[in-house]
């Protein structure tokens, strides 16, 4: 299959990503914003972030970034760009992040081995109930609300019901330290599996797990999807993010250089353009 520079058109692969994605650079305590094939990608005004990592937006386009070094998770509001901390309480080493059509927060607390929520208006942290965490990772929320949690130390990804009915481990088969997550409309959910240096996709409904076709993954970390048939991973040990099709195949490396150790990544809502 032919490849070229992101945001090239290629027989049979994703449609060009519409821009931009934002990057969380862990390794020079920055966030990078990936723009459109043509400009140059830039940094995001933060103050004082250390070790960043996951993002997340809500539909404001206000965006979240887990302050991991700190121990706390920063706002940067879409109008004016302005900082502010999200009122937490014992945050300890915060990664995977996710926020719901509420507006509801969701961060993933690794070292307290629990996921809490923090409402749209800061009214509160509560914590989600769940049962044998250990260093939970990644975050992502399905149509209907369902929570999916990687669950790093214990290899699964676990699933925490919208209705309340419990939690469930997801079918997956030989994860070895899962990290990143990304669910696509049709529900399917997508698994960095970063101990076996490659993405498996769990389909929905059948709970049919695959690998998706990848080359050269090491300690692959967050995760998203386009919309328009693209998957995105942060490479983490390889200092880059590459795009490959859902499928798999069609797999390029995005220009941005100088990453240490990506992290996170996350589109800006669909519908609105953002830079």
Same mark, same amino acid.
């Given at each position: 299959?032919?490849?070229? @520079?992101?945001?090239?058109?290629?027989?049979?692969?994703?449609?060009?990503?519409?821009? @931009?994605?934002? *990057?969380?650079?862990?390794?020079?305590?920055?966030?990078?914003?990936?723009?459109?094939?043509?400009? %140059?990608? $830039?940094?995001?005004?933060?103050?004082?972030?250390?070790?960043?990592?996951?993002?997340?937006?809500?539909?404001?386009?206000?965006?979240?970034?887990?302050? /991991?070094?700190?121990?706390?998770?920063?706002? &940067?509001?879409?109008?004016?760009?302005?900082?502010?901390?999200?009122?937490? &309480?014992?945050?300890?080493?915060?990664?995977?992040?996710?926020?719901?059509?509420?507006?509801?927060?969701?961060?993933?607390?690794?070292?307290?081995?629990?996921?809490?929520?923090?409402?749209?208006?800061?009214?509160?942290?509560? !914590?989600?109930?769940?049962?044998?965490?250990?260093?939970?990772?990644?975050?992502?929320? +399905?149509?209907?609300?369902? #929570?999916?949690?990687?669950?790093? *130390?214990?290899?699964?990804?676990?699933? *925490?019901?919208?209705? =309340? $009915?419990?939690?469930? /481990? &997801?079918?997956?088969?030989?994860?070895?330290?899962? !990290?990143?997550?990304?669910?696509?409309?049709? =529900?399917? #959910?997508?698994?960095?599996?970063?101990?076996?240096?490659?993405?498996?996709?769990? $389909?929905?409904?059948? =709970?049919?797990? %695959?690998?998706?076709?990848?080359?050269?993954?090491?300690?692959?970390?967050?995760?998203?999807?386009?919309?328009?048939?693209?998957?995105? &991973?942060?490479?983490? #040990?390889?200092?880059?993010?590459?795009?490959?099709?859902?499928?798999?195949?069609?797999? *390029? !490396?995005?220009?941005?250089? +100088? #990453?240490?150790?990506?992290?996170?990544?996350?589109?800006?809502?669909?519908?609105?353009?953002?830079?």
């Amino acid at each position: 299959m032919p490849t070229g @520079p992101a945001g090239a058109a290629q027989e049979n692969g994703p449609s060009p990503a519409r821009a @931009p994605l934002f *990057v969380s650079d862990y390794g020079n305590n920055r966030v990078v914003r990936l723009p459109a094939i043509g400009d %140059s990608p $830039s940094t995001v005004p933060l103050d004082g972030v250390v070790r960043p990592t996951g993002l997340a937006w809500d539909a404001a386009r206000d965006l979240y970034v887990a302050d /991991t070094g700190n121990n706390r998770v920063v706002k &940067v509001v879409a109008k004016g760009g302005e900082q502010s901390t999200v009122p937490t &309480v014992g945050l300890s080493r915060p990664l995977g992040l996710a926020v719901d059509v509420h507006g509801t927060l969701y961060i993933a607390d690794s070292f307290n081995d629990r996921v809490v929520k923090v409402p749209a208006d800061g009214g509160g942290q509560t !914590t989600v109930p769940t049962t044998g965490l250990l260093h939970p990772w990644g975050l992502a929320l +399905g149509a209907g609300g369902d #929570l999916y949690i990687s669950d790093f *130390v214990n290899d699964r990804v676990v699933k *925490v019901a919208a209705d =309340g $009915s419990g939690q469930t /481990t &997801v079918p997956a088969v030989g994860l070895s330290q899962p !990290t990143g997550l990304a669910l696509n409309a049709a =529900g399917d #959910l997508y698994i960095s599996d970063s101990g076996n240096n490659r993405v498996v996709k769990v $389909s929905a409904g059948s =709970g049919t797990q %695959s690998t998706v076709p990848t080359t050269g993954l090491s300690d692959p970390l967050g995760l998203a999807l386009d919309g328009r048939g693209g998957l995105y &991973v942060a490479d983490g #040990l390889n200092n880059r993010v590459v795009r490959v099709a859902e499928t798999g195949g069609d797999q *390029v !490396t995005l220009p941005a250089s +100088g #990453l240490n150790t990506p992290t996170g990544v996350a589109f800006p809502p669909a519908d609105k353009a953002v830079g």
